[in-house]
């Protein structure tokens, strides 16, 4: 027994998790869901009112030192595997400030060999004044303390704080069974039956997720392929910056990898369990050659069409847009158009802070000057002409071009400094909080009378404006980075931001509970987290539907120009490494909403601070641009919209150069994906690419990382299956590099490839001047292919067409097959892409469903080429990719 005086041991569990999994055993079960019945658990006098009553036990602190007390005597055999599971909501007690920040909490047990509370040891942990519920499973079986026979639990959930209400769904203890969550098989890693000529092969754990506890331990294990024991390699027992594991120097031979991973339970997959977990075949050979295969009939996800989004400056736009016309230069509209712009990031981001959206509405006579911040604590403004890109013109713009505008509202705090001119001096909160209300009220609301928070109806305002339809806004940002020096949005601390935010989301839902209201969260380009992300997170995942990181990258000083290119070339595995993180942080907090919650890069570059190589017109930034779009598309659980920054004008971070419509290397990547991705991510894996190193000189900004392969791909297919995209990036800097490409799995066997090649090059990494080329070539299925090096190749795949005499003989094909009939008579046309061909002695015809809107009369002679399908109806048709009027 310890002396009275030595200090109680606590650990300190610095991140729980949600959701008992199904499979844990519950040793112990207190849960209040009957009225008045407290489950023989006690409150201390400091809880001055509490009860039981609506499915929880509740309490109010009225004093510091507040506790409730567990039934005595329960003799429970302690295991080295129970953590304790609760479920529960704070808030204040009071209804006017009903939230706070982060509170510590803390449980402490008695034991047969512990009797008195004064040495009684136990746990703290932070829990979150947010008013959502919550289940806190915190480990503690683990602990040395968690011994013999456990009699007795307290718990404090706010000792030191007066006028905290707490509200208990259940106490539990569970035994925790379940091992965690991982993979090691993504585009980065290994595949089975690879070749490689890395002789020592990185393993990296993603997606990795306990029920109970954070992931505490990696062991990386191999063997020689198929035979004898495992060998334990090396152990990663640091869970700081993920885990991974380089294996010392293999042989030229064949291997098998594992990974076991472990939660502080000790629960683990035994090696080589779940195909996810282990790499089948490796085989080390010095001379491995490349090989691309495209799985296509392993579906990984939708291809996210928001990746598309631009970031642009509103206010620039109030130069040249025209209102009239309702449109841009036509050299620049044109530009969005090619990129199909997914979305329309506005005002912009640090101007966001002083933008005052009332002021952007009505007939411009009526409107005032326009005062802007210079992101810098600064004014720009007031500028000499009207607002003539306000909220409807902007909001018909993207109408008109069918683009989701995503607005960024104005963020204040409680007792923040107002900022001159259009701030209210007393209470600029509660006016910045109304505005962002009234916001939605004024693009979402139905105009019928029904008028939220009473008030000015601005739905009826917005019909007098020209637009009785509301515009469904869906996409809302609270403030632009108020984690960093935004000039009057960035709060002291990210609690008081969460705080209001929470205020600003409950707001803006109970105008339209179907917007997507997003917080501010960051990604470094240096570093895995920040303590920012780690508060609000936690507070703001049960209240928003996504998160805004802006993972510009990788802003290197480095002047170095071939480590700068390995930099930047690195840069999309830091970025995935951060994804991973946030998806874990999702998961923990957002109360069953992975997957709903996510991510919105509504602001990102590749750039570098360097001024001997321009900010991003480097051919590196078209590669990394595009490399980053295909992590996006790697990333759909969590990937909400991309936007770039910026789309036109810029400060030599521009999309579109100038009036003249020029574009910027990066450019293209968006192009590429508008123009060359389809409906869904299949499966690809790269074989044998060699691998290279970043190693941070100091002088750089991004991790070190090892073992990156040079080349990377990605592969969409379209939901008909007729027709494949493989986009490939070839980083190597200085050599082409020869790769067998496979899509055997795409086309039937026999069938060769029509194929389009779209490259995008430059003479040199820092050449300023992109180099397009594009061609048509035939090849087999599988086929060998020199990639130039720096340079991303897009080919566009479709099964070879046969070619039918006849209409009757392309009808005796099987669905799904291509063919192409050349000479055919059109006898009717039904709409823009729908029309009827037929031989010209009339003895059989067939309908055409062209993909593209056509320009044919009745009469006109057409080479069709198409897949065989069926109407609807029944009826035989082709899908026509190609329709050429001769
Ligand atoms: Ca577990
Ligand atoms: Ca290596
Ligand atoms: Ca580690
Ligand atoms: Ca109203």
């Given at each position: 027994m310890k002396s009275k005086l030595q200090a109680a041991i606590f650990a300190v569990i610095l991140s729980v998790v949600i959701s008992a999994a199904q499979g844990d055993v519950v040793d112990r079960d207190w849960t209040f869901d009957t009225e008045g019945n407290f489950k023989g658990w006690s409150p201390s006098a400091q809880f001055g009112s509490n009860g039981v009553a609506a499915g929880y036990w509740w309490g109010e602190s009225s004093a510091i030192g507040s506790y409730i007390l567990g039934p005595a005597g329960m003799g429970l055999n302690a295991l080295p595997n129970h953590y304790i599971s609760i479920k529960m909501r704070l808030r204040n007690s009071s209804a006017t400030n009903a939230y706070y920040g982060s509170q510590s909490c803390s449980i402490r047990w008695l034991t047969n060999t512990c009797t008195e509370w004064d040495d009684a040891?136990?746990?703290?942990?932070?829990?979150?004044?947010?008013?959502?519920?919550?289940?806190?499973?915190?480990?503690?079986?683990?602990?040395?303390?968690?011994?013999?026979?456990?009699?007795?639990?307290?718990?404090?959930?706010?000792?030191?704080?007066?006028?905290?209400?707490?509200?208990?769904?259940?106490?539990?203890?569970?035994r925790d069974t379940t091992p965690p969550e991982f993979t090691i098989k993504t585009s980065l890693g290994y595949n089975d039956?690879?070749?490689t000529p890395d002789t020592t092969p990185t393993l990296v754990v993603r997606k990795y997720f306990d029920n109970t506890s954070d992931v505490v331990k990696a062991e990386f294990y191999k063997r020689p392929h198929g035979t004898g024991e495992w060998t334990l390699a090396g152990t990663d027992s640091d869970p700081s910056n993920g885990f991974a594991y380089t294996y010392a120097t293999l042989s030229a031979g064949a291997y098998d990898l594992a990974v076991r991973v472990y939660d502080r339970a000790g629960n683990a997959f035994t090696c080589g369990d779940g195909a996810d977990h282990w790499v089948n075949n490796?085989?080390?050979?010095?001379?491995?050659?490349?090989?691309?295969?495209?799985?296509?009939?392993k579906i990984l996800s939708p291809f996210n069409k928001l990746v598309t989004g631009m970031n642009i400056d509103s206010w620039q736009w109030c130069g040249f847009y025209d209102s009239a016309t309702n449109s841009i230069p036509p050299q620049i509209e044109a530009r969005a158009k090619e990129i199909k712009m997914g979305v329309l990031r506005y005002p912009f981001g640090c101007h966001a802070d002083t933008f005052y959206w009332k002021?952007?509405?009505?007939?411009?006579?009526?409107?005032?000057?326009?005062?802007?911040?210079?992101?810098?604590?600064?004014w720009l403004g007031p500028i000499p002409f009207q607002t003539v890109f306000g909220v409807d013109e902007c909001c018909r713009w993207c109408e008109k071009m069918g683009i989701e505008p995503q607005f960024v509202v104005r963020f204040r705090w409680p007792g923040c400094t107002p900022c001159p001119v259009y701030d209210d001096p007393v209470d600029p909160y509660t006016q910045a909080l109304q505005d962002a209300a009234d916001w939605v009220e004024y693009c979402n609301s139905p105009n019928d009378g029904s008028n939220p928070n009473g008030g000015i109806d601005w739905a009826a305002v917005r019909a007098a404006n020209g637009h009785p339809a509301p515009y469904n806004v869906k996409y809302w940002e609270i403030g632009n980075e108020p984690w960093a020096n935004d000039p009057y949005g960035s709060p002291p601390s990210a609690e008081i931001?969460?705080?209001?935010?929470?205020?600003?989301?409950?707001?803006?839902?109970?105008?339209?509970?179907?917007?997507?209201?997003s917080a501010g969260a960051a990604i470094s380009p240096k570093a895995l987290t920040t303590t920012w992300d780690e508060t609000v997170y936690p507070l703001l995942a049960a209240h928003v539907g996504a998160f805004h990181p802006h993972p510009t990258a990788p802003k290197s000083n480095d002047t170095n120009l071939e480590r700068l290119y390995w930099e930047v070339m690195s840069t999309s595995k830091h970025l995935e490494d951060c994804l991973d993180l946030r998806r874990r942080?999702?998961?923990?907090?957002?109360?069953?909403?992975?997957?709903?919650?996510?991510?919105?890069?509504?602001?990102?570059?590749?750039?570098?601070?360097?001024?001997?190589?321009?900010?991003?017109?480097?051919?590196?930034?078209?590669?990394?641009?595009?490399?980053?779009?295909?992590?996006?598309?790697?990333?759909?659980?969590?990937?909400?919209?991309?936007?770039?920054?910026?789309?036109?004008?810029?400060?030599?971070?521009?999309?579109?150069?100038?009036?003249?419509?020029?574009?910027?290397?990066?450019?293209?990547?968006?192009?590429?994906?508008?123009?060359?991705?389809?409906?869904?991510?299949?499966?690809?894996?790269?074989?044998?690419?060699?691998?290279?190193?970043?190693?941070?000189?100091?002088?750089?900004?991004?991790?070190?990382?090892?073992?990156?392969?040079?080349?990377?791909?990605?592969?969409t297919k379209a939901a008909d299956d007729r027709v494949l995209s493989l986009t490939v990036i070839n980083k190597d800097k200085t050599n082409s590099r020869t790769a067998m490409i496979d899509f055997s799995e795409f086309v039937p066997a026999g069938v060769s490839l029509e194929v389009d090649i779209w490259e995008l090059n430059a003479a040199s990494i820092s050449a300023n001047t992109p180099i397009i080329t594009q061609r048509s070539a035939s090849y087999p299925a599988n086929f060998i292919y020199d990639l130039p090096a720096h340079s991303v190749t897009s080919f566009i795949v479709r099964p070879t067409a046969q070619d039918k005499a006849r209409i009757s003989e392309a009808k005796e094909a099987a669905n799904s097959t291509r063919v192409r009939l050349s000479g055919k008579i059109v006898t009717a046309v039904f709409e823009k892409n729908v029309f009827y061909v037929e031989e010209a002695d009339r003895s059989a015809g067939i309908m055409i469903v062209s993909d593209k809107?056509?320009?044919?009369?009745?009469?006109?002679?057409?080479?069709?080429?198409?897949?065989?399908?069926?109407?609807?109806?029944?009826?035989r048709r082709i899908l026509a990719d190609s329709v050429i009027d001769s």
């Amino acid at each position: 027994m310890k002396s009275k005086l030595q200090a109680a041991i606590f650990a300190v569990i610095l991140s729980v998790v949600i959701s008992a999994a199904q499979g844990d055993v519950v040793d112990r079960d207190w849960t209040f869901d009957t009225e008045g019945n407290f489950k023989g658990w006690s409150p201390s006098a400091q809880f001055g009112s509490n009860g039981v009553a609506a499915g929880y036990w509740w309490g109010e602190s009225s004093a510091i030192g507040s506790y409730i007390l567990g039934p005595a005597g329960m003799g429970l055999n302690a295991l080295p595997n129970h953590y304790i599971s609760i479920k529960m909501r704070l808030r204040n007690s009071s209804a006017t400030n009903a939230y706070y920040g982060s509170q510590s909490c803390s449980i402490r047990w008695l034991t047969n060999t512990c009797t008195e509370w004064d040495d009684a040891e136990g746990i703290t942990f932070t829990a979150y004044g947010n008013g959502a519920w919550h289940e806190f499973n915190l480990p503690v079986g683990y602990l040395l303390w968690w011994a013999g026979t456990i009699t007795q639990l307290r718990f404090e959930p706010c000792a030191d704080a007066v006028g905290r209400r707490v509200e208990i769904a259940w106490i539990r203890i569970v035994r925790d069974t379940t091992p965690p969550e991982f993979t090691i098989k993504t585009s980065l890693g290994y595949n089975d039956n690879e070749r490689t000529p890395d002789t020592t092969p990185t393993l990296v754990v993603r997606k990795y997720f306990d029920n109970t506890s954070d992931v505490v331990k990696a062991e990386f294990y191999k063997r020689p392929h198929g035979t004898g024991e495992w060998t334990l390699a090396g152990t990663d027992s640091d869970p700081s910056n993920g885990f991974a594991y380089t294996y010392a120097t293999l042989s030229a031979g064949a291997y098998d990898l594992a990974v076991r991973v472990y939660d502080r339970a000790g629960n683990a997959f035994t090696c080589g369990d779940g195909a996810d977990h282990w790499v089948n075949n490796l085989i080390i050979d010095p001379s491995a050659p490349i090989a691309i295969r495209v799985r296509s009939s392993k579906i990984l996800s939708p291809f996210n069409k928001l990746v598309t989004g631009m970031n642009i400056d509103s206010w620039q736009w109030c130069g040249f847009y025209d209102s009239a016309t309702n449109s841009i230069p036509p050299q620049i509209e044109a530009r969005a158009k090619e990129i199909k712009m997914g979305v329309l990031r506005y005002p912009f981001g640090c101007h966001a802070d002083t933008f005052y959206w009332k002021r952007t509405i009505g007939p411009l006579s009526s409107r005032s000057t326009w005062y802007i911040n210079d992101c810098g604590g600064g004014w720009l403004g007031p500028i000499p002409f009207q607002t003539v890109f306000g909220v409807d013109e902007c909001c018909r713009w993207c109408e008109k071009m069918g683009i989701e505008p995503q607005f960024v509202v104005r963020f204040r705090w409680p007792g923040c400094t107002p900022c001159p001119v259009y701030d209210d001096p007393v209470d600029p909160y509660t006016q910045a909080l109304q505005d962002a209300a009234d916001w939605v009220e004024y693009c979402n609301s139905p105009n019928d009378g029904s008028n939220p928070n009473g008030g000015i109806d601005w739905a009826a305002v917005r019909a007098a404006n020209g637009h009785p339809a509301p515009y469904n806004v869906k996409y809302w940002e609270i403030g632009n980075e108020p984690w960093a020096n935004d000039p009057y949005g960035s709060p002291p601390s990210a609690e008081i931001y969460c705080l209001a935010a929470i205020a600003y989301a409950n707001a803006m839902k109970a105008v339209d509970p179907t917007i997507i209201v997003s917080a501010g969260a960051a990604i470094s380009p240096k570093a895995l987290t920040t303590t920012w992300d780690e508060t609000v997170y936690p507070l703001l995942a049960a209240h928003v539907g996504a998160f805004h990181p802006h993972p510009t990258a990788p802003k290197s000083n480095d002047t170095n120009l071939e480590r700068l290119y390995w930099e930047v070339m690195s840069t999309s595995k830091h970025l995935e490494d951060c994804l991973d993180l946030r998806r874990r942080l999702i998961r923990q907090w957002s109360d069953g909403r992975y997957g709903d919650v996510k991510l919105l890069m509504s602001e990102w570059e590749i750039r570098t601070t360097d001024t001997t190589y321009p900010r991003d017109v480097l051919c590196t930034a078209g590669l990394a641009t595009a490399d980053y779009l295909r992590v996006y598309a790697e990333n759909y659980d969590v990937l909400g919209s991309s936007e770039y920054s910026i789309f036109y004008p810029g400060l030599s971070d521009e999309i579109v150069k100038n009036s003249a419509g020029d574009v910027s290397t990066a450019y293209y990547p968006f192009y590429m994906v508008a123009n060359r991705c389809f409906d869904e991510v299949v499966e690809t894996h790269v074989d044998g690419s060699p691998r290279f190193d970043y190693v941070n000189s100091g002088a750089g900004k991004c991790p070190s990382q090892t073992d990156l392969p040079l080349i990377t791909a990605f592969a969409t297919k379209a939901a008909d299956d007729r027709v494949l995209s493989l986009t490939v990036i070839n980083k190597d800097k200085t050599n082409s590099r020869t790769a067998m490409i496979d899509f055997s799995e795409f086309v039937p066997a026999g069938v060769s490839l029509e194929v389009d090649i779209w490259e995008l090059n430059a003479a040199s990494i820092s050449a300023n001047t992109p180099i397009i080329t594009q061609r048509s070539a035939s090849y087999p299925a599988n086929f060998i292919y020199d990639l130039p090096a720096h340079s991303v190749t897009s080919f566009i795949v479709r099964p070879t067409a046969q070619d039918k005499a006849r209409i009757s003989e392309a009808k005796e094909a099987a669905n799904s097959t291509r063919v192409r009939l050349s000479g055919k008579i059109v006898t009717a046309v039904f709409e823009k892409n729908v029309f009827y061909v037929e031989e010209a002695d009339r003895s059989a015809g067939i309908m055409i469903v062209s993909d593209k809107p056509v320009q044919l009369e009745v009469g006109s002679i057409v080479t069709i080429t198409g897949t065989l399908g069926i109407s609807p109806d029944g009826e035989r048709r082709i899908l026509a990719d190609s329709v050429i009027d001769s």
